[in-house]
């Protein structure tokens, strides 16, 4: 990549990160403060209705509670309740590991300990290179069943005589449709249900969740009420297909990016021996390896970076143009990795594989 494109990337990024700023200040700072000014409304009326506390002493117990509920502490059980409910049993373990190596980090659950922060350093180094690993090859099988799928439906269109280009376009919006059906609305309806959740609260933490932001304000059984020890194993599946769908899409794009910045580079290449050379051009013809141009002698002007290969015996003057240039007097400019003189065949000579009859 270029330093200007770069920088210009950079800028616009700036700009998207300074826009969002404005935004989610001016969306969450007056619900921030009509928050704070509740609990000092709440605190002076406790401290009212009960004088033989002070306020220090008030200021000391929300403190304390504020840490308990930070370590993981449930404020609906007490101790005297048997409750057996814990953010450490093997189901939500299970989901707190998977969070390590997907690198959501949803932060509703911390570790507390030097010991179990010391592990979770190796952990995350082991074990986010191996989901990695494991999410390109699900990624991989998963876009190929899906294709494989919609391929079926694109003959059925060929078989109508729909046009190609068009097949191709419905067949990209049939796959990101299907991805979005099973891996974005399903899910929704079944969190809307399982932790009665507004629709979109579920659609909150859903893309929250497979672009790995994970805030942590809304995490799938974490209420005391989710007692199934299977639930958050199976959350942590959803996330393995869901990350691996994104995943797919994300390389498909990629490719297409590619092709598309391939073409623009031969086209832009075409441009500029057009401008620069005195010679008109014979053929421009683009296919699969890279745009590949016959032109006619003289040399390549010198601010196309490009190595003088024409023939210094040309017999062509500038402004001179035949109908089928002579073999001796042509260049094969191929755009791709370089630039490709054509050798004249001699006796005994065989013909060069890659250039044309």
């Known amino acids: 990549m270029r ?15 300074v826009s969002g ?3 989610f200040r001016a969306l969450e ?29 008030l200021g000391l117990l929300i403190k304390e509670v504020a840490d308990a509920l930070g370590g993981g502490a449930d404020p609906e059980t007490n101790s005297t309740s048997n409750s057996s409910h814990s953010a450490w049993d093997l189901g939500s373990a299970f989901f707190f590991s998977g969070t390590i190596i997907t690198t959501i980090g949803y932060g509703n659950v911390a570790l507390h300990t030097d010991a179990g922060r010391l592990f979770c350093i190796f952990y995350a180094l082991v074990g986010i290179p191996l989901f990695g690993i494991l999410l390109a090859g699900v990624g991989d099988r998963l876009g190929s069943s899906l294709r494989r799928g919609i391929g079926h439906i694109e003959a059925i269109f060929l078989k109508w005589h729909v046009p190609p280009e068009l097949v191709r376009v419905l067949s990209a919006m049939l796959f990101l449709l299907i991805g979005c059906l099973l891996f974005v609305l399903t899910p929704t309806f079944v969190f809307c249900y399982m932790e009665d ?17 994970g805030f942590g304000d809304y995490v799938a059984g974490a209420d005391p009420r989710q007692d199934s020890p299977a639930y958050q194993p199976l959350v942590w599946f959803w996330i393995l297909l869901g990350l691996a769908y994104f995943a797919s899409v994300l390389t498909t794009i990629g490719n297409w990016l590619r092709v598309v910045s391939r073409r623009t580079r031969a086209e832009v290449g075409c441009g500029l021996l057009r401008q620069g050379l005195s010679e008109p051009l014979c053929v421009c013809l683009a296919g699969n390896r890279g745009v590949c141009l016959w032109v006619t002698s003289p040399p390549l002007p010198s601010w196309l970076g490009l190595p003088d290969l024409a023939n210094k015996n040309a017999e062509s003057q500038p402004g001179q143009h035949s109908e089928t240039p002579p073999l001796e007097n042509t260049q094969k400019l ?4 370089g630039v490709k003189p054509v050798r004249p065949r001699g006796p005994g000579r065989p013909r060069d594989k890659d250039v044309p009859v």
Not at 3 to 17: D, I, K, P, Q
Not at 45 to 51: G, M, V, Y
């Open 3 to 17: 330093s200007t494109t770069l920088l210009a990337l950079l800028a616009l990024v700036l700009l998207y990160l």
């Open 21 to 23: 700023a404005l935004v």
């Open 29 to 57: 700072q007056p619900h921030e403060q009509q928050a704070q000014r509740e609990l000092g409304e709440v605190r002076e009326k406790f401290l009212r209705a009960h004088p033989c506390v002070s306020d220090q002493e």
């Open 197 to 213: 959740w507004s629709k979109l609260e579920a659609i909150y933490f859903v893309i929250v969740t497979l672009t790995t932001v």
């Open 334 to 337: 191929a755009l791709r990795g």
